[in-house]
């Protein structure tokens, strides 16, 4: 368990990182941005799209169309304002002509997601849609059956509650799925009330006189005299990967306040 601001900070390391994804060649060279993912880097709900459409892809920001205002509609009506959740999507890059997002690239790009679930460490993740849904449920079982029902899943390290519904943008032009969005949002609520579901063991962090060492650990810029600054040290360690290109200079302005 981070504070908040490791949490942040961890995030904001990571985003940089996938501002040079280059691990799929086609969405590399077509994308205007890479969409990471906005919100509240300490949400206890999380939302996970498809991928980024043409506005989203413009603005650097996930769920800014039409569905994004849908999204907000239905988050409104139970309380909750975009700042108070984290949304992300399963591919950080819009697929061109908002294609469906390849396996090949699923599988490229799941790290990130993965990644953000682990250091968010949300009790609630609303999967929208099939591609997200399937994704982290690792099962084939579609959004027709599996919506508005809750469940507890392992993702990455943690138990989560996962709570699939339909995507938005497949509600759009349908008001009967509008319905059955909404009645299955309103069950968000409760379920964030729920609180964490139990951890295996290994996550159940040791109490002070289970740890062989109790001295406080030392604070993070804590410099021993002689040593690396960590400013230095944690440039030498972001350095890009091979799958990585150095980032573009600056981020879209939308970008900065992100979390
Ligand atoms: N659809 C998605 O799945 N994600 C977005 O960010 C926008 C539309």
Redesign the pocket.
């Given at each position: 368990m981070s504070s908040p601001d490791e949490r942040r900070e961890a995030l904001k390391e990571l985003f940089h990182e996938a501002r040079g994804c280059v691990r799929c060649p086609q969405l590399a060279q077509t994308r205007h941005t890479v969409?990471f993912g906005a919100g509240n880097a300490n949400a206890d709900l999380m939302f996970v799209?498809?991928?980024?459409?043409r506005?989203?892809d413009e603005r650097g920001?996930?769920?800014?169309?039409q569905?994004?205002k849908l999204l907000d509609t239905l988050l409104g009506e139970i309380g909750l304002a975009r700042d108070q959740v984290f949304?992300a999507?399963?591919l950080k890059c819009r697929p061109p002509g908002n294609r469906d997002p390849h396996p090949v690239e699923i599988e490229r790009c799941q790290e990130y997601l993965f990644r953000q679930i682990e250091l968010i460490e949300p009790t609630v993740i609303c999967t929208?849609?099939n591609?997200?849904t399937k994704l982290l449920r690792h099962d084939t079982t579609g959004i027709m059956r599996l919506h508005g029902r809750a469940e507890v899943r392992m993702v990455g390290p943690r138990s989560v509650r996962l709570f699939p519904v339909f995507?938005?943008?497949a509600a759009l032009y349908t008001p009967s799925n509008v319905d059955v969005l909404r009645q299955d949002f309103r069950a968000l609520p409760e379920l964030l009330a729920l609180g964490a579901p139990e951890q295996p063991p290994a996550l159940v962090e040791p109490s002070v006189e289970d740890e062989p060492n109790s001295d406080p650990p030392a604070p993070p810029d804590a410099v021993a005299p002689g040593e690396a600054q960590p400013a230095i040290a944690a440039e030498v360690e972001a350095a890009p990967e091979p799958e990585s290109e150095p980032a573009p200079a600056e981020p879209h302005p939308a970008q900065l306040g992100l979390f």
């Open positions: 969409v799209g498809e991928a980024p459409g506005n989203e920001l996930p769920f800014v169309g569905a994004g949304i999507n399963v929208l849609g591609f997200a995507h938005p943008a």
